[in-house]
């Protein structure tokens, strides 16, 4: 514009050599001057902007694509919120859409050029996660509003505010969001790991009555008594995954005796109900139970335990006929002396006398009355457990299912290997051990070790220190009377295959005592054991249901060949072999018996007396097997032509198995079974009579076929189309063929690529397989180069909902860590390296820390230990010490934890007692008792 205020033209002035008034200012070539209007009386403005002004956008040609990379990928992003905004206004009762929104502002914060208002603000909102959880709480907000009874949109605001909100503001949204749905169990089992992680306001009295209210509650609604809210499908299996979740948050917090006494409470409950109480609401029969409790009558695992109903007779009847107790009962219990040596340190001293109360008194205290002892009588009141502990948290089973699971947890928990693991929700709330890194013994032997015995839950009574190694060493005298004493009570209750699981189980408990002393050399104590173990055998199999039960038969066999008595458990193997007469190959046991001797004569190859007919036994037994006629003991090398009719019978029967399992209907249970057996028995036969390759095409056969089944094309993991069942056979089947490839490369040279294929293949599928990872993990570690183990475990990692990959993970590098330390000590001495290794170091801990950000990573006592442990190992205190405290943060009610914590930092034992008490943590030693017991 020039000094008269006529608009500038894009004229071309010829140039002057004189300077002029002024510097004209040029529009672009080609435009024509505005036209002065209404809208735009000086003529001053731009297209666009009178655009603006009428009210319109741009023309399709100039909202084309950006220039730049980052403004077409802020276009993009602004796109995808426009739609997700159209959407949810389309569908606002859509939760899981409102869901994905949440989620979706991770990558809108991902590139956060599309808010950044100024230079070096696209960074400062990088780092803000604040501004992250804002964005979702007002997303949240609005999905709360349109959808006001969606629990799931609730539950994920307040997990959200946690961020925000102080502890206190947080439990009454919690109180209020359970006050209107208490029929909810996952909104239950949420509320109750908050209230257990929250350490300002954590107490042990102060959960364990949470759970009992929670199970209350729960068992009101499954009764009908709470009329405002229906049960849901699934109340009863969730309400006994919480009720297992109480026990095992009582054990780990060093109340043993309560956890106990909730077992004892619940096997009468549910076994020996009167049935004039049967058809009563829980609260009622509740009411009716606490004479009962309180009336001194012996309790499950206690000697002349009759049961509830029988003392409810018995009293219409006048109450029982008093009877002299037997005089050997009252042996003491042999009473090791706690303080052995005065002079140690006194956190040393504390540490053993507590770990040894917690092992001795992990029963429930009552009084003898044939000692005319009262409850005045207990030197350690907390031994009591009176009605009040276990009343609320009593509910009713009536699946005969998770009737028979509430007796596998009990025996798990008493320390007996019943098979049993605990529910998806609180199986890493129940790890506290490190067991399932370690297989000890059963190494020594891949094709007959024992199942796993463990799945790093400890049992009652046992705080031991991390990397103690643990097989079962049985408890004392009175500990081991309690668990004879359960098995009684509970095999009358169950028939068939359930009263044979539990046969297995006890006799399993003995030989694991027996593979205790062989492993400590200790031989005075293997032959009482042996001598007791081969004694409980016989007994189970006197019994008439037992004697074709050739899961017992199996388990005395393996105990002679345990022993060294290999002629007696071959004549045992035989003896149970004749007692079939003519059966086909679709026996399941006949074919675990039959398997089971094989693998043990082919075994004697890896002893150093072998005699070299181990695998012309083993043959026979597998041939054996396929023919009609009767059973004959080994008497030479089998013929050429019957190993081909076996060979022939094997085929059949696998294609007649597979076309019955993988047919459209699901297969039933023993068909299953039937095919896991035959399958193993198929590749070992393979495996002596032809080689390792075939063994090898029986399995990628099967395998195929399965997988086809359980996996159909195009589907992930999460969307198994086969029965569960069928995805257990190829697992199995998967263990198998592993087993065999290691016990190939320990006979002879073969390469590891197999092994290590087939194991990647497999963890894919069954990411939370601890035999399949311990062997990984083995396998990998022979491995100079690390990288491939890394890229694996990163990809599983990623995907996988198990933590057992983090787990296995970490125990892989420290495993790396653990060999490059001993290459580089000299003499078993100092470290001795020129570069440090911090790499390894790093990794580990950045694993850790990835691991722990997990909601379950978190929450579980395990990793917390071995995280603590590994920092203790780097030898700094501070870190460690942080690292204790955090973990206090999250699991509070882990007494290992604390006792980890005198071990590694004495110097600050009191603050860690103290800190104990206040949480009321079971302290078995105080410190005023432990001063008492030095000066005496």
């Excluded at 006890?506 to 031989?523: D, G």
């Excluded at 390894?840 to 379950?856: K, P, V, Y």
Aim: contains cysteine; proline residues 6%.
């Amino acid at each position: 514009m020039n000094i008269d205020g006529v608009a500038i033209t894009s004229k071309t002035a010829s140039p002057s050599a004189e300077p002029g008034p002024f510097i004209p200012v040029r529009d672009s070539d080609d435009v024509t001057a505005p036209v002065a209007t209404w809208l735009n009386p000086l003529g001053v403005y731009d297209q666009s902007t009178t655009q603006w002004l009428q009210g319109q956008g741009p023309s399709e040609q100039e909202s084309k694509q950006p220039d730049s990379q980052a403004d077409r990928e802020n276009a993009a992003l602004k796109a995808k919120v426009e739609e997700f905004n159209r959407k949810v206004r389309e569908n606002p009762w859509d939760t899981q859409l409102w869901m994905a929104f949440v989620a979706f502002q991770d990558e809108v914060m991902r590139c956060p050029g599309l808010y950044a208002i100024e230079d070096g603000e696209r960074e400062k909102r990088k780092k803000s996660l604040r501004l992250l959880l804002e964005k979702k709480l007002a997303v949240l907000e609005r999905a709360v509003e349109s959808n006001p009874s969606s629990v799931e949109l609730k539950l994920a605001k307040l997990q959200l505010c946690a961020e925000f909100w102080e502890p206190s503001a947080l439990l009454k949204e919690w109180q209020k969001l359970i006050f209107l749905h208490p029929n909810n169990t996952a909104l239950w089992q949420k509320y109750l790991l908050f209230c257990q992680s929250q350490f300002s306001t954590f107490s042990v009295s102060k959960i364990h009555n949470l759970y009992g209210k929670c199970l209350s509650t729960l068992s009101a609604v499954k009764d009908g008594s709470v009329l405002s809210h229906p049960a849901l499908p699934g109340t009863e299996e969730a309400m006994f995954a919480l009720f297992l979740q109480q026990c095992h948050f009582l054990r780990q917090a060093g109340h043993s005796e309560k956890a106990v006494s909730l077992f004892q409470a619940m096997i009468d409950f549910t076994f020996f109900k009167p049935d004039s109480v049967r058809d009563l609401p829980t609260k009622v029969q509740v009411e009716f139970f606490e004479p009962f409790w309180d009336s001194g009558e012996p309790r499950a695992g206690e000697k002349g335990a009759r049961g509830w109903r029988a003392w409810m007779h018995q009293q219409e009847r006048g109450g029982w006929v008093v009877i002299n107790p037997d005089e050997d009962d009252d042996e003491p219990e042999e009473d090791d002396q706690e303080i052995k040596d005065k002079t140690l340190p006194r956190w040393r001293i504390w540490l053993a006398a507590e770990r040894s109360r917690d092992h001795r008194h992990w029963r429930p205290w009552r009084p003898d009355k044939s000692k005319k002892q009262t409850e005045d009588d207990c030197e350690d009141p907390e031994r009591q457990v009176l009605f009040d502990d276990v009343g609320q948290s009593l509910i009713r089973l009536c699946s005969p299912d998770l009737q028979f699971r509430l007796v596998e947890a009990f025996l798990q928990v008493l320390g007996v290997p019943s098979g049993f693991t605990p529910p998806a929700s609180c199986l890493y709330l129940a790890m506290d051990e490190n067991s399932i890194f370690d297989n000890g013994l059963y190494d020594e032997k891949p094709l007959t070790s024992l199942s796993p015995l463990f799945s790093g839950v400890s049992s009652v009574g046992r705080m031991d220190p991390l990397g103690c190694r643990r097989w079962t060493r049985g408890h004392g005298r009175e500990g081991e009377d309690f668990i004879r004493n359960i098995f009684h009570l509970v095999m009358p209750l169950f028939s068939g295959k359930e009263k044979s699981q539990l046969c297995f189980s006890w006799l399993q408990y003995e030989i694991a005592k027996v593979i205790w002393c062989l492993h400590t050399k200790n031989k005075k104590r293997l032959k009482s054991q042996g001598k007791n173990c081969k004694k409980l055998a016989k007994n189970l199999l006197k019994e008439p249901e037992n004697r074709n039960n050739f899961c017992l038969w199996k388990q005395y066999a393996h105990l002679e060949w345990l022993l060294g008595n290999t002629e007696d458990s071959r004549k045992v193997f035989d003896t149970a072999l004749s007692l079939v007469g003519s059966r086909d190959l679709k026996d399941h046991e006949l074919c675990e018996l039959s398997l089971l001797y094989a693998q043990l004569e082919v075994e004697t190859e890896l002893s150093p007396d072998s005699t070299g007919s181990a695998t012309a036994r083993a043959v026979h037994v597998l041939t054996r097997l396929t023919e009609s006629s009767p059973y004959a003991p080994y008497t030479g090398q089998v013929l050429a032509v019957h190993i081909l009719k076996a060979r022939k019978a094997y085929e059949h029967a696998l294609q007649d198995s597979l076309s019955e399992s993988c047919g459209p209907t699901p297969a039933p249970v023993p068909s299953v079974s039937c095919l896991i057996s035959l399958v193993r028995c198929f590749m070992l036969f393979q495996y002596l009579t032809v080689g390792i390759d075939a063994a090898v095409r029986v399995y990628e056969q099967v395998f195929a076929r399965l997988k086809e089944c359980v996996f159909p094309e195009g589907s992930g993991l999460e969307d198994r189309a086969g029965s569960p069942s069928l995805s257990g056979v190829l697992e199995a089947v998967t263990l198998m063929h592993t087993t065999l490839l290691q016990f190939h490369m320990r006979v002879s040279v073969y390469p590891l690529a197999p092994l290590r294929e087939a194991l990647s293949e497999a963890l894919q599928l069954y990411p939370g397989n601890q035999v399949l990872w311990r062997s990984y993990v083995q396998v990998q570690n022979k491995s100079h180069s690390a990288s491939k183990t890394r890229r694996f475990f990163a990809a599983i990692t990623r995907s996988a909902k198990p933590l057992e990959p983090w787990l296995f993970a970490i125990e892989a590098e420290k495993m790396r860590r653990r060999l490059v330390e001993t290459v580089q000590r000299v003499g078993g001495g100092e470290v001795h390296c020129t570069i440090p290794e911090t790499g390894l170091t790093h990794r580990i801990t950045a694993l850790f820390e990835n691991a722990l950000r997990r909601d379950d990573g978190s929450q579980c006592p395990l990793l917390w230990r071995m995280y603590l442990n590994f920092l203790v190992s780097l030898g700094n205190t501070d870190r460690s010490k942080g690292v204790f405290y955090r973990a206090l943060q999250k699991c509070p009610w882990a007494k290992a934890l604390y006792l980890d914590a005198v071990e590694y930092f004495p110097d600050a034992m009191q603050e860690v007692l103290d800190l104990m008490t206040e949480k009321e943590l079971r302290v078995r030693l105080p410190l005023e008792e432990l001063e008492l017991l030095l000066e005496g």
